[in-house]
């Protein structure tokens, strides 16, 4: 269970995201145009964080780390969930207009999964053995996103590089998002001990439907781009 004395990691992580921002936004300034500084220096810190969270989860899966190393790494988690909510907010009502309807979308779907993931990882998690640590491994699939968007916005769509991260982007996403997120409420569901709540499957199945949501979305713009 989420006590106050977890809160000083949660806290370490928001303050350790918001000062990495502003050190990338620092260095890209120098390389990148104005309208992409913001939204990269957010991006390497998300890829960061994905980077922590997978490791730490799959090095617990393969009992190279406790359980308690990768539950502070959830906490830390937690403060970049509020990080990545207040630095969002802040692009949206002060770099983009929020009357666009595909802004809005996003600023909807970014809300909805951060405070649905937030409530989730406040549980006690030791309570649920290995299945948050095996979903915290769908963060692995972030990092392609990125780079393909990189690619795409720098005019190399064409190029070999992008056409090789799309094919690892639909691997990652489909295997740890849509499968392996499909197989963990499978088990929710038929799990004899009633360990899952109602209310825990009803956000898992929120969650499973995003990313069932997102991996069309990535499809119909790869057919696009074929």
């Known amino acids: 269970?989420?006590?106050?004395?977890?809160?000083?990691?949660?806290?370490?992580?928001?303050?350790?995201?918001?000062?990495?921002?502003?050190?990338?936004?620092?260095?890209?300034?120098?390389?990148?145009?104005?309208?992409?500084?913001?939204?990269?220096?957010?991006?390497?810190?998300?890829?960061?964080?994905?980077?922590?969270?997978?490791?730490?989860?799959?090095?617990?899966?393969?009992?190279?780390?406790?359980?308690?190393?990768?539950?502070?790494?959830?906490?830390?988690?937690?403060?970049?969930?509020?990080?990545?909510?207040?630095?969002?907010?802040?692009?949206?009502?002060?770099?983009?207009?929020?009357?666009?309807?595909?802004?809005?979308?996003?600023?909807?779907?970014?809300?909805l999964h951060h405070l649905i993931m937030m409530g989730l990882l406040l549980l006690p998690l030791k309570k649920y053995g290995k299945t948050p640590v095996v979903a915290l491994l769908a963060e692995i699939s972030n990092p392609f996103l990125d780079i393909c968007r990189y690619i795409h916005f720098s005019g190399q769509k064409t190029s070999q590089l992008f056409t090789v991260m799309v094919l690892c982007l639909l691997i990652t996403f489909f295997l740890f998002r849509v499968v392996n997120f499909s197989a963990l409420f499978a088990y929710m569901l038929i799990e004899k001990n009633k360990t899952f709540s109602r209310k825990i499957k009803y956000f898992s199945f929120l969650l499973l439907s995003m990313n069932y949501y997102w991996f069309f979305l990535i499809c119909k713009k790869v057919m696009k781009h074929i």
């Not at 502003?22 to 913001?38: M, P, Q, R, T």
């Open 1 to 111: 269970m989420y006590r106050k004395s977890h809160f000083k990691f949660s806290f370490f992580g928001a303050i350790s995201f918001f000062a990495l921002f502003f050190i990338f936004k620092k260095v890209i300034s120098y390389f990148l145009e104005d309208n992409l500084i913001h939204i990269m220096s957010s991006k390497l810190v998300g890829n960061l964080h994905a980077t922590l969270i997978v490791t730490t989860s799959a090095f617990y899966l393969i009992r190279k780390c406790s359980f308690a190393t990768w539950e502070k790494v959830v906490y830390v988690t937690i403060g970049y969930l509020s990080y990545d909510i207040i630095n969002y907010t802040y692009n949206l009502y002060v770099m983009t207009p929020f009357y666009d309807i595909g802004v809005f979308r996003i600023f909807i779907e970014l809300y």
